[in-house]
């Protein structure tokens, strides 16, 4: 099999620590007492819990339902009790907390009833439904729900690109995964074709994975449609999807569009493997391979229920002392956890536990020299230093106009950089702070058209209630003059009465009318206090602007 | 702390110790050719440049240890002294460098900040102030007979020399002869004629020419510096100079006595590579480049003095926004590299 390959642009040579974990078996991390599964393990809307607490649970039972196309549904790891629903600690950077379902095991991992799905037999669209409710997503790090990337929509999708580079440092989880379970991962490949009509099938993997494809390549042969398994040239981003898609067909995805657009879809190994499982043995996704990796004593590869706390994962491999810290994911893109408490998610490829000695601090930051090796490496093609001179400067239209939305945040160029600027940093600094502003833009926009309906409503409000007013008087008067023309009727003393009645009534509608300047008729003493606090509000009011000021003149 | 969490082996220092080491052959050659004068000025060039730079990294409240030993301002203090006249007197090398460091680099806001490239202010403005003692340059050992020891050549630049010993050693530099030789209605193969001039350029200067280029060449193979500017300020020399030789071959000098005038293969490798102040982008590095050849040769050809390099540099530094601007690379997936009312 000889395929032209073709070399993406930049890129970088990294050691690629991947020995330290793929010498040792998997091994299935036991049930752990507690697990605590997060409704948002995808993008998109996070799942609905269907639960409550106290109710008791089955293993894969589904405790939150996908809510939306763009979602997916959350499924008990193991079975036991549900202990609470509610905020807890996520893997997430921030380290805010997110919803999440706990739940207390019984030790009996006891299953709910599954059993496959004849997917043949179901329309596409009502497997992919299946699918969704089996919380399928992206295991290559997006976790962008399965279901949705299965429908091709209007268009062909004739080359269907499995995934295999995991070109990130120190992980080896798809490898492991290649290596021993190469025949599951081609039967969801086989789902996966018969949904997108796919008709070319390639498998990319790093070359640095030569078990991995040597596995790979024997179970193609005992499949009966053709499977082209590829060994790509290591180079970091090689495993990005637009980078694989280059270098497998020599195509590149237009800027702002999705690669279906060109025909081509791109799942990774684990998916495909999670398909597997979901539609021939009906286990939805409550696990995935982990790596740990790093600074402890058996760096290894784990089956790992979703829920579990990392902690249990690093006291499995060996905790050591030194730690300066826990990544989820690799060194080049992975997220610093805020704790080593939190669970493993769908998104959870790889534990990497930090050291000085692995990762010493980065040395001081030095201006940028424009040497441009940033933009040499870029596998966007993008400029990096002109993004950071905008992004560092505020001027976030010039670094959108540069593409900064179309970087992949890899790293290569804080990786080459001889002035160590935390580069991507910037990055994700200036495009949160895009979002941010068009979120407050469209605010002030609903604001003022709130304001402006307001107005409106008031000055409408203002008008009926003089109308109604108006017709008040007008009745009264009228009726005034009709008892006045009756005296027959009415005595002396009514008319009288009548009289004064009106006359209160002018006097009211007067006072009325003065009420806004009820504070006119004020005693001194009274009026001062009055003033004081006016004059208070108004220093207060000028201090909170000052620093707003300042903040728009800032260049 | 943010991803990414390792980092390449790469440097500021690294990468300013690299041309420092690339300037070595240059000046070999230069000690071997002229005497060792140059090291004279090296030393006090880099003297003054670090102090200027201290003194100016406190004044503007910076930690002074990381910026000084990133050591860029040595690298401007080299590329000065190399352009300089090996026995111009000490305060012409004090001042130039003062001004390259203090106003050039630290007044526009220091490492990667200046526009100009620093070493270029300073020179241009020693060329425009003092132009008589910019222009004395010391023959080559070969024709002068006069060989200094490193006291003597102390000697000339800290002004204890009588006249006489100066004299003795000064001569007219090849493009100074050039120049005087067509303002004298001579023609190119007249003038050639005379001992100053050697193989293809100056006698000894090609030599000291050729080992600039050996020292770019290192640069360049170690991917501290891309070909591009290089190679297009050489295509502009050799072909702006080739265009007007083929033209008129009486009234202006051969290109390849343009290439191997030092200056230009100085320039070409050290000088307008300066990243800082240079163009970022491909497509610009070759229009810089380029450029800057072209102008070299105008400027040698019609200007008021005899090397251009100085200014064709800084005037194309003055152009690079605007090359940067409108020479935004397509990015991945094709989009142009700049766009106009961002589609966000
Ligand atoms: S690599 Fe660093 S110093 Fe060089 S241009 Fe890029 S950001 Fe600037
Ligand atoms: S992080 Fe962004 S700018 Fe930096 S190399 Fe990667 S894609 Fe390019």
Known sequence: MTRVLHRFKGGVHLPDHKAESNGRPIHAAPVPRQLVIPLRQHIGNPARPVVEVGQQVLKGQIIAEADGYISAAVHASSSGTVTAIGPALVPHVSGLPDDCITIETDGRDAWIDHAPIDYQALAPADL??????????????????????LDPGAHACPTLIVNGGECEPWITCDDLLMRTRADEILQGVRVMRHLLGSTEILVGIEDNKPEAIAAMQAAAAGFDFAVEVIAVPTIYPAGGAKQMIETLTGRQVPSGKLSTDIGIQVFNVGTAYALARA???????????????????????????????????????????????????????????PSSEVPVVKATNCILVKSDALFPPLPAMLPCIRCTRCADVCPAELQPQELFRFAKAGDFGRAQEYHLFDCIECGCCSYVCPSHIPLVDYYRYAKSEIWAREREKRAADLARARHEFRLFRLEREKKEKAEKLAAKAQAKRAELAAEAAAPGATGE????????????????????????????QLPPDKQREIEEIEARRAKIRELARQPLETDETKP | ????????????????????????????????????????????????????????????????????????????????????????????????????????????????????????????????????????????????????????????????????????????????????????????????????????GGAGFEWLAGAFLAGGLVLWALRIISWRVPLAFLAGVWLAAGFLHFFDAGRYGAPWFHLFAPSVMLGAFFIATDPVSGSTTPLGKLIFGFGAGVLTIIIRTWGG???????????????VPLIDQYTQPRIYGGAPGREKGSSR
């Open chain 1, 128 to 149: 992919r439904m299946r699918l969704r409710d089996m919380g399928l997503a992206g295991l290559g790090g997006a976790v962008f729900p399965s279901a949705v990337k």
């Open chain 1, 279 to 337: 539609v021939f043995h009906g286990e939805p996704l409550i696990s995935r391979l982990v790596t740990v990796t790093g600074h402890v004593l058996r760096p290894q590869n784990f089956e790992v229920l979703i829920g579990t706390p990392m902690q249990r994962l690093i006291d499995l491999a060996g905790d050591r002392d030194g730690a300066t810290g826990v990544l989820m994911g690799g060194p080049m893109m992975g997220m610093p956890m």
């Open chain 1, 493 to 520: 003393a009514d008319a009288k009465k009548a009289l004064i009645a009106a006359a209160l009534a002018r006097a009211q509608a007067k006072k009325a009318e003065v009420a806004p300047k009820n504070i006119d």
């Open chain 2, 1 to 200: 702390m943010p991803a990414p969490f390792v980092i390449d082996h790469s440097s500021v220092t690294q990468v300013m110790a690299w041309v420092l080491v690339a300037l070595l052959p240059g000046i070999a050659a230069h000690v071997w050719l002229f005497g060792p004068g140059i090291l004279v000025t090296l030393a006090l060039a880099t003297v003054t440049a670090v102090v200027a730079e201290a003194a100016m990294l406190k004044a503007r409240g910076y930690p002074v240890r990381p910026f000084l030993t990133d050591l860029s301002a040595i690298v401007t203090a080299w590329l000065l002294a190399l352009c300089l006249p090996s026995l111009a007197p000490w305060w012409l090398i004090v001042t130039g460098t003062l001004f390259a460091i203090v106003v050039a680099k630290h007044l526009y806001g220091g490492l990667g900040q200046n526009v100009f490239n620093p070493a270029m202010v300073g020179y241009a403005v020693l060329l425009i102030s003092f132009p008589v003692q910019m222009t004395s340059w010391p023959g080559p050992l070969a024709l002068t007979g006069t060989p200094l020891s490193l006291a003597d050549s102390a000697a000339i630049i800290f002004g204890g020399a009588p006249k006489a010993v100066l004299d003795a050693v000064t001569m007219a530099t090849p493009l100074d002869t050039l120049r005087t030789g067509l303002l004298q209605q001579h023609t190119v193969d007249e003038i050639m004629t005379q001992p100053i001039f050697g193989h293809v």
């Open chain 2, 305 to 319: 003095y005899p090397d251009g390099v100085a200014f064709a540099v800084l005037l194309m530094n003055v152009a």
